[in-house]
């Protein structure tokens, strides 16, 4: 009798304090707040890839001893300063000023127009965070540069277009789109009316020429023979409506935003999987592909917040979501490439997915 009910009430108790452990530990997690999951992913990323003794973002986790490439690097100083933008959280400006001076050690000119692009545009957003001119001055130094890669010798039936490299093999969306980007941009703070012809010249001959007018899709590039290749990478459109969006800003012209969504509908319809950005799985989407929805995912939160589209913040939540339940490795807060599958054994980690992962959950925060 009273063993046998002391049994009882004992497993009940036991029982009852499951029950309570697993609501408590149900409501920690899903109170997670868009900014704690940005936070977490972002706290992740800095002490797994900044190196305090370079002052500059290492290639892997586990660290292989090399510092990462100039264009996922500039990606990686995109990444930190619109951390500290949204998340309104100063406590890792030093990161920039680090990284600036460590840059300017390994100087900012590269062979490949586009790559010059990317840090261009993350040296306009670190001085929109910081208001320190040094920023600005050198995004217009690179956008110099950026200026010569137009020609309008080759190639194929319409010749235009900026070159994508200084040895001319091809012409690139990320060299198109990427350049007008920082020209709309630098337009925007300069007003230097030759900085917007020379984008308005830019984005309507990529965009003309360049872009299907059924269906949205952006090709990939263009090579010196005038063959078109039509590569589905998320950023090629991601790309084509940054552009659009910022010439809109700088113009208030609505014909920007109409060529937008006609990108972002093949985007949101064409890769995806499940409603999830999609540029392939972690095998089969390797070197620059790994960075690549980072920024798509950007530069279509840019355009939701100026036109709501539901289809798009459908595609954004969704992302952000699977990135955080899915893609997450839960023990070390390390991402996987592939934001639809799980990163069960991150062996090896590199800092372009991590960085576009964490870019993405930053975003993630404007739009909830």
């Known amino acids: 009798g009273i063993n046998a009910e002391y049994g009882e009430r004992r497993m009940n108790s036991n029982a009852l304090r499951i029950i309570l452990l697993f609501i408590f530990f149900f409501v920690i997690v899903e109170s997670q707040t868009p900014t704690d999951k940005a936070k977490a992913a972002y706290k992740s990323y800095i002490s797994k890839f900044w190196s305090n003794s370079s002052r500059y973002l290492e290639d892997t986790y586990p660290n292989n001893g090399k510092l990462t490439q100039y264009w996922v690097a500039a990606e990686g100083f995109q990444t930190c300063v619109d951390y500290q933008i949204f998340l309104k959280d100063t406590s890792y400006q030093f990161v920039l000023s680090d990284f600036y001076q460590s840059q300017q050690k390994f100087g900012w000119y590269r062979n490949w127009y586009d790559d010059e692009a990317w840090m261009a545009n993350a040296l306009i957003s670190a001085y929109e965070a910081t208001l320190q001119t040094e920023y ?10 950026i200026q010569g890669a137009w020609d309008t010798t080759c190639c194929g039936d319409v010749k235009g277009g900026n070159w994508w490299d200084k040895s001319h093999s091809q012409k690139a969306t990320a060299s198109n789109a990427g350049g007008v980007i920082v020209g709309a941009r630098i337009y925007q703070h300069t007003k230097d009316q030759s900085v917007l012809s020379w984008s308005e010249k830019v984005y309507w001959f990529w965009s003309d020429q360049m872009v299907n007018n059924q269906t949205g899709q952006v090709c990939d590039h263009e090579d010196n023979h005038g063959s078109k290749v039509w590569w589905k990478f998320t950023y090629n459109e991601g790309l084509m409506i940054g552009a659009a969006v910022e010439m809109f800003k700088a113009t208030n012209d609505p014909r920007y935003l109409d060529r937008a969504k006609l990108n972002a509908h093949f985007m949101v319809t064409n890769e995806v999987v499940n409603k999830v950005l999609f540029d392939g799985s972690d095998s089969s ?5 790994t960075e690549f929805k980072g920024p798509a995912f950007r530069y279509l939160t840019e ?18 979501n699977s990135i955080w339940n899915v893609a997450r490795n839960s023990g070390s807060d390390l991402f996987g490439v592939d934001w639809t599958a799980p990163y069960t054994n991150p062996s090896v980690t590199y800092q ?3 960085n576009a992962a964490t870019m993405a959950l930053i975003h993630n925060v404007r739009i909830n």
């Open 352 to 354: 372009s997915q991590q």
């Open 136 to 145: 600005l001055n050198t995004a217009q130094m690179l956008f110099k540069d």
């Open 303 to 320: 355009l939701y917040l100026l036109v709501r589209d539901s289809s798009y913040l459908e595609v954004l939540q969704t992302s952000a």
């Open 285 to 289: 989407c390797s070197g620059d592909c």
